[in-house]
Nanobody, 121 residues
Framework: VQLQASGGGLVQTGGSLRLSCAAS????????MGWFRQAPGKEREFVAA????????FHADSVKGRFTISRDKAKNTVYLQMNSLKSEDTAVYYC???????????????WGKGTQVTVSS
């Protein structure tokens, strides 16, 4: 599975962005997907994940009610809708995939390159 994240950019506090992660590989539909982020000087952290069927979603407490993960199997794409953005959301965002989604560890098998999200006040 190869993953390519896009959609990052510069946005003001309170604004919105939608990240996309395009996946290639015939088995995409059988993988759970996740979003993670890493801010400067901090460790990478879990943001959200979605089961391979799309029926189950998980969001970090810090983004609950503001971010929503979804997937479109027909397009081999997973999305992260980010609303009410805060300065502390500034980070490089990575999408990832796993054949076995196990909360709360959310260990992933494949990683894409990140996309920068910068929230300015």
């Amino acid at each position: 599975v190869q993953l390519q994240a896009s959609g990052g950019g510069l946005v003001q506090t309170g604004g919105s962005l939608r990240l996309s992660c395009a996946a290639s590989g015939r088995t995409f539909s059988s993988y759970a997907m996740g979003w993670f982020r890493q801010a400067p000087g901090k460790e990478r952290e879990f943001v959200a994940a979605i089961s391979w069927k799309g029926g189950s979603t998980f969001h970090a407490d810090s983004v609950k009610g503001r971010f929503t993960i979804s997937r479109d199997k027909a397009k081999n794409t997973v999305y992260l809708q980010m609303n009410s953005l805060k300065s502390e959301d500034t980070a490089v965002y990575y999408c990832a995939a796993t054949s076995t989604l196990v909360p709360p560890d959310y260990d992933m098998d494949y990683w894409g390159k990140g996309t920068q999200v910068t929230v300015s006040s």
